[in-house]
C-alpha cells in the first residue's frame, strides 16, 4: 500500500485535497486511478440520492396537502417550500441532474406514498398508484394540489 493509500484510508479529507494538488501540479502518474473513480461516481451516486430524497419529501407532502386538507400546515408548507429550493439549487449546481429528474420521481414516489399513508392514516386507496405531478409542478413554488 502507497502512501497516498493509506491517506486515502485514513484521513479521506487530506486524501482529497493531495489528489487535488497532485491534479493542479498535473502529476497524474503519483494518482491512484481506480480510487478516484471509484469516489466520482459515488459523488454522483450521491447527488441522485439525495435528488431522489428530496423528491420522495416533496411529494410526500404534497400528497399530505392534498388529501388531508384538514391538516394542513406552516411546517408542511414549509417543508414543500424548503425542497423546491433546495432541489432547484441542486439543479443549478448540477444542471445535467435534470436528466435524472423523472427517473428521480419515479423513484421517489413509492416511498412517498408509503410515508403520505403512514403519516395521514388515511387509506391507501385513497391515494394514486403513480405519482399525480407533473415535473413542472413539483417545481412551481406556486404550485399547491387541491382535492380532486
Known sequence: MNALQLEYDQDFYSWIYKNIDLLKQRKFSEIDVDILIDELESMAKRDRRELTSRL????????????QPEQRSGSWQGSIDEQRVKI?????????????????????????????????????????????????????EDFYPHIQ
Not at 420522495?56 to 388529501?67: D, N, P, S, T
Not at 410515508?115 to 407533473?134: D, G, H, N, R
Open 88 to 140: 432547484v439549487k441542486q439543479l443549478e449546481e448540477s444542471p445535467s441532474l435534470k436528466n435524472q429528474l423523472i427517473e428521480g420521481i419515479k423513484a421517489a414516489f413509492p416511498d412517498a406514498l408509503k410515508l403520505a399513508i403512514k403519516e395521514t392514516k388515511l387509506p391507501s386507496k385513497m391515494f394514486p398508484k403513480e405519482c399525480p405531478y407533473s415535473m413542472e409542478q413539483l417545481l412551481d
Open 56 to 67: 420522495m419529501i416533496l411529494i410526500a407532502h404534497l400528497l399530505k396537502w392534498q388529501f
